[in-house]
Nanobody
Framework: QVQLVESGGGLVQPGGSLRLSCAAS????????IGWFRQAPGKEREGVSC????????YYVDSVKGRFTISKDNAKNTLYLQMNSLKPEDTAVYYC????????????????WGQGTQVTVSS
């Protein structure tokens, strides 16, 4: 049974950092395209960052480039998102997701989802 469990969200001040984790079970993370998505109130879910299983190529949405870093630990079957220099507009529920193959970092292309973790950036 495929399962993804996110952790690491919370309340942080602007300029602060958080590291999100996504523990995968029921499948081998390294063989899947995987990514982080977020959904703010009243907005559509968007792709934040994704990793391709074929070549480990990474994608970042423009708004997080230079601030967020996606990585994975294959031994732990875990995906991470290091978030630095956080801004209030980063406030959202963050989800990790996986799929055998995705052509883009779009929510519609991902099959398996975690329950999400809330990130709130506020002073």
């Amino acid at each position: 049974q495929v399962q993804l469990v996110e952790s690491g969200g919370g309340l942080v001040q602007p300029g602060g950092s958080l590291r999100l984790s996504c523990a995968a079970s029921g499948f081998t993370l390294d063989y899947y395209d995987i990514g982080w998505f977020r959904q703010a109130p009243g907005k559509e879910r968007e792709g934040v960052s994704c990793i391709s299983s074929s070549d480990d190529n990474t994608y970042y949405v423009d708004s997080v480039k230079g601030r967020f870093t996606i990585s994975k630990d294959n031994a732990k079957n875990t995906l991470y998102l290091q978030m630095n220099s956080l801004k209030p507009e980063d406030t959202a529920v963050y989800y990790c997701a996986a799929t055998p193959r995705a052509w883009a970092c779009l929510p519609s292309m991902y099959d398996y989802w975690g329950q999400g973790t809330q990130v709130t950036v506020s002073s």
